[in-house]
């Protein structure tokens, strides 16, 4: 599954393979109990994601919530992006020096975090990579990057 044009969260995981749909679930109750307050859960752009409403912040570029992490099943992994690390370099670097650390591969684009298996995930690193950023500062590191075009 590439994008899913589901509506709900809940219609997301029903659309999923069991085997699937158990993995999804653990991550998304990893990142449920790390996000810090004021974003909200969605599906947006086929995938489940938590953002910025924008009933807090309306004022972005492509009239979207301000995205800041989301999750989705592909066809070969699973998918957790992670816009914090694209955006806060000190961020990715926590991220990779810690897998370095634990002598694991670390399959991750700029802000696209690619497993095959929950096991390939540091829970504790991801989850305070999930809680480092509360919203008033990713809108402030939003503003000051757009403020730069």
Known sequence: MVS???KTVEQYLAELPEDHRTVIASVRDLVNRHIPDGYVE???WGMIAWE???SRYPTTYNKQPLPYVALAAQ???YA???TVCYANSAQDVVLRNAYADAGM?????KSCLRFKKPADLLPGVIGGVIASTPVDT????????????
Request: proline content about 3%.
């Open 4 to 6: 899913s044009k589901a």
């Open 42 to 44: 969605a599906m947006n």
């Open 52 to 54: 910025v409403p924008l």
């Open 75 to 77: 066809k070969q992994y």
């Open 80 to 82: 957790l992006y992670l």
């Open 105 to 109: 591969k670390l399959d991750m684009g």
């Open 138 to 149: 990713l809108i402030a590191q939003y503003e000051a990057s757009r403020a730069r075009t």
